[in-house]
Nanobody, 115 residues
Framework: QVQLVESGGGLVQPGGSLRLSCAAS????????MGWYRQAPGKQRNWVAT???????NYVDHVMGRFTISRDNAKNTLYLQMDSLNPEDTAVYYC?????????WGQGTQVTVSS
């Protein structure tokens, strides 16, 4: 059973930065893809970024250039570096991992961008 545990959320002012971490109980290199999703209050969960096992990354348009997804295979950890944060980035952020045919989710970490 794979467990994903997010951390690093919190309250930050507009223009600030946060780095989210997602610690996996298994080897992150064994996942075909890992990613981040977010869910704002009253809205559906939306995709933010994905990193494939080969290392390539993709982002939703409105975070491109501000967010960076990365993976440390030695630490079995996925990261999301978030810069130039704005209030619209406020959400619960979830880590996701795919190992066919299974999909795993973390419990989420709250990110609040407010002055």
């Amino acid at each position: 059973q794979v467990q994903l545990v997010e951390s690093g959320g919190g309250l930050v002012q507009p223009g600030g930065s946060l780095r989210l971490s997602c610690a996996a109980s298994g080897s992150v290199s064994s996942f075909s893809a890992m990613g981040w999703y977010r869910q704002a209050p009253g809205k559906q969960r939306n995709w933010v970024a994905t990193i494939l096992s080969a290392g390539s990354a993709n982002y939703v348009d409105h975070v491109m250039g501000r967010f960076t997804i990365s993976r440390d295979n030695a630490k079995n950890t996925l990261y999301l570096q978030m810069d130039s944060l704005n209030p619209e980035d406020t959400a619960v952020y979830y880590c996701n991992a795919l190992k066919y045919p299974f999909e795993y989710w973390g419990q989420g970490t709250q990110v609040t961008v407010s002055s």
